[in-house]
């Protein structure tokens, strides 16, 4: 009995090769020289990949700085992998293997350094206005490489709150002539829990790294800013947005679904990010751009807001809804602004692709047929050609929110959104600085080259890191009034610093004037589309925005493009400067 039930696991032991004759004939010798060219011809594949993949990712490593990127890597990429999505793949999968041996595309030395780019928002003082759009990092694989090189902003996503995988290939088209894109993903996820365990796994290598552990108290430490980063980021000066969605399958005339998409997302991704966006703007998911009308974005920020008060963090991400720049009439944006207002978020992302198709071509483009063929294909459009409508959408928004609500005085610029000012940011305790500043900061930095001996003047009193926020808004009706509300004493009789807490306080007359409301503050903009030079992003600061961020100019010109767009920031400056 011990041999019968020893020989089935001596049999399950041996070669599969060797009980061939038992199943099957013997192969022929032509068959067995098919499997062998087979074999042959399956690694020779491989090995030709893995030779790419090494030449590819050595010369990526090279100092963000160099040409080598924009003029050789990135045609070189797009012969290796003819498909787009396939060569983005590569390129994140590259990146990626690079960061863990500590040889990715850096920007070398610290170029921001001198200050002349710093711009504040959602109490944080940033290294530059430049960041990265959603769809680079779709599952948040590699925010930290991108960080590195140079933007102050990085955004992932979109994430939906299960996985999903999108529309059918081929969904992305390229169009070089025109550096520009189309593409129908359909919001291709691998689910908020997925990406959340990533993120998870991101903070606590950091923590470990600090020797703080790699535990969940170790976590919590960093998240609740006690190691003096951005939970987002983890990079001081930089913030990291996670970009949220609805799952495809969920109705749009369904608005209670589509709010717990969203909270879903939020519930867990909302811990890891500095920043949460919510789009409503993809042009590749049926529907959704209906929920930008006043009513639906209304109750989808509004569950939001709530959702993010319940993030497990000390201090909660401030929020921003992405909107479409189709949506472009005045109705369309005033009743987006209405919802922006009502609900009490942050800002606004203002551009996404386009269904659009730029007509005619500009001057000096010259457009291949096959090329004007994939101009047929549907999904949306990115490339340079949407600057002009980002920039006129930027002006229309700035102008829209800083007029305000209906029922509220225009909004003056100041360090916090209302709805900031209870769920604070870790961060300097800085404002929000007018984009128009950072000309003047470029120049007072190359006054100080050409041997200036004055510190850099603001025309923000909020710029210093050294001021104290603003206090907590008055509220508008005297019933809310408590006895600890500094308004409810008279000016003359108010505690000067150096009057002791002891000391009586005078009430104020009752027949004296009530208190002034206290105006809503400044909402922040965010510009994408179209943006790909150090010019262009100059003028959509001027017009408004606090960030400009890139999408295809990065697909197009590699990993150096942000390094090179601040460098022709800082060259323009000094231009105008000479003239002037």
């Known amino acids: 009995m011990r041999a019968l039930r020893l020989r089935p696991s001596i049999l399950h032991r041996r070669p599969p090769h060797q009980f061939r004759s038992a199943t099957r004939p013997a192969s022929t010798a032509s068959e067995r020289t098919s499997e062998t060219i087979r074999e042959a011809a399956t690694n020779a594949r491989s090995g030709a990949t893995r030779t790419k993949n090494f030449v590819y ?54 170029p921001d350094a001198a200050g002349d780019l710093e711009v504040q928002i959602f109490g944080h003082t940033l290294n530059n206005p430049l960041g990265t759009s959603a769809g680079i990092d779709k599952g948040a694989e590699v925010p ?51 990406v959340a365990m990533r993120l998870r796994q991101r903070v606590r290598e950091f923590a470990y790294h600090l020797g703080l552990g790699i535990d969940a108290e170790a976590e ?78 209304t109750h989808i920020l509004n569950s939001v807001v709530s959702a993010v008060k319940q993030v497990d963090r000390k201090t909660k991400p401030v929020i921003m809804v992405k909107v479409s720049p189709d949506e472009d009439s005045e109705e369309q944006v005033s009743g987006i602004c209405e919802a922006i207002w009502e609900s009490g978020v942050d800002g606004v ?91 003047e900061k470029i120049e007072s930095a190359t006054s100080k080259d050409d041997g200036a001996s004055q510190p850099t003047t603001s025309s923000n009193p909020k710029v210093s890191a ?22 409810l004493f008279s000016p003359s009789s108010a505690p000067s610093s150096s009057t002791s807490s002891s000391a009586p306080l005078t009430p104020a007359p009752i027949n004296a004037a009530p208190a002034p409301i206290t105006p809503p503050s400044r909402k922040v903009i965010f510009a994408t589309g179209g ?40 060259s323009e400056t000094r231009k105008r400067r000479k003239q002037g």
């Open 349 to 439: 992302i203002v551009g996404n692709t386009t269904k659009k198709r730029p007509d005619p071509i500009p001057k000096g483009y010259l457009l291949p047929q096959s090329e004007a063929n994939l101009l047929l294909e549907q999904g949306g459009y990115s490339g340079p050609q949407m600057f002009e409508r980002t920039l006129a959408l930027v002006k229309k928004y700035r102008k829209t929110l800083d007029d305000g609500p209906k029922q509220l005085p225009p909004a003056p610029s100041s360090s916090t959104t209302s709805a900031n000012r209870d769920r604070p940011v870790a961060g300097h305790s800085t404002g929000d600085e007018p984009a128009a500043s950072i000309v």
């Open 531 to 570: 943006i790909t030079n150090g010019r262009q992003a100059r003028e959509i600061l001027d017009a408004g925005a606090s960030v400009a961020m890139v999408y295809t100019a990065l697909i197009y010109g590699g990993v150096g493009t942000i390094s090179r767009i601040k460098e022709e920031m800082r």
């Open 57 to 110: 990712g050595s010369i990526l490593s090279v100092d963000t700085r160099a040409s080598i990127h924009e003029w050789l890597v990135v045609p070189v990429l797009r012969q290796i992998y003819p498909d787009g999505e396939d060569a983005h793949h590569a390129g994140t999968a590259m990146l990626k293997a690079l960061h863990a041996f500590g040889l990715h595309p850096r920007e070398r030395g610290h």
């Open 220 to 297: 919590r430490i960093v998240l609740d800013g006690e190691a003096g980063v951005p939970p987002g980021s983890l990079t001081p000066g930089k913030l990291m947005a996670v970009q949220v969605a609805k799952n495809k399958d969920t109705s749009e005339h369904d608005i209670e679904a589509v709010k717990r998409d969203y909270c879903s997302a939020v519930n867990h991704l909302g811990k890891y990010a500095d920043i949460i966006v919510v789009n409503v703007s993809s042009p590749n998911t049926p529907g959704l751009r209906a929920l930008q009308s006043v009513e639906p974005l």
């Open 466 to 487: 050294d001021i104290p926020s603003e206090p907590n808004p008055i509220p508008s009706n005297p019933d809310d009034l408590t006895e600890t509300t500094p308004t």
């Open 144 to 194: 930290s490489a991108l960080l590195a090189l140079g933007p102050a902003i990085v955004e992932v996503g979109a994430v939906t709150p299960l996985p999903q995988s999108g529309n059918p290939k081929p969904r992305v088209f390229r169009l070089p002539s025109q550096n520009a894109l189309i593409n129908r993903y359909g919001f291709n996820s691998e689910g908020a829990e997925m």
